[in-house]
């Protein structure tokens, strides 16, 4: 780690922005990987584990508890809790690497742009996945809180960026689910949020939604985002986006059976 034990006594003017959920097995990496900012804050939605206790131990670790109602939401929190203008927001399962790090702190000594870009490697039960529809993932993990909101999404949230945006040159492993009952299970978290905004512009579901539209996520993932190329991994990850996209519209047949 370049410059480790120089900003351990004088971490640049970051902070660090996390929300969990039972990420005890995540949380110590994380901060470590942090060494750099001089100021970490949590919003955690009431973790049943260890994540409070364990991140509460490290001095420069600020943890919020607030109810979780939706992604942009609890982001929104989060930047709302930083004490500096530039922030940085990683998920727990994305590795800081060094050279990430030291490139942040350098785009931080002369800031060109309000916002920075990252690509992130999707790792998938341990393999990377380099096709898929994934091979060109870049999201925004530095920014300047002052000209950066998360949208009103309850899922799938993107960081509104008013101003220059750029990219950095490091990658960013992304280990997202390292087994596939994990995986179901954030997918099945995803499509009743998915729902719930269908159901708020007055979406109703019909045979369309239910048959066509998971047979075309598919094989679009499958074949013409080659998954093909990524092997069995491929072929699971093009199944379950599929499955997901069904089960967000039986939540939405669902939420309109409830109100009848």
Known sequence: YANYSLFLENPAKITALAITLNEAHNIEGYIKSLWFVDEIVIVDSFSSDE????????????????????????KNFAISKAKNDWVTFFDLDEEVTPELANEILEKFKNPQAIAYFVKRDFYF??????????????????????????????????????????????????????????????MHQYSALQAKMLYKKGKKPNYYHFLFRPFYRFWNQFIFRLGILDGKEGFILAYVSAFSVFKRYVNLWLLYRKIN
Do not use: W
């Open 125 to 186: 039960m341990g393999k990377r996945i380099k096709y898929s529809g994934l091979q060109n993932d870049y999201i925004i993990r530095f920014f300047n809180k002052n000209h950066c909101r998360y949208n009103a999404n309850l899922v799938h949230e993107t960081l509104e960026a008013d101003g220059n945006t750029e990219n950095l040159k490091s990658s960013l492993p992304h280990h997202t689910y390292k087994s596939f009952d994990d995986y179901t299970a954030k």
């Open 51 to 74: 994540t409070v206790a364990l991140a509460s131990n490290h001095e420069k670790v600020t943890v919020y508890q607030r109810t979780f109602d939706n992604f942009s939401a609890q």
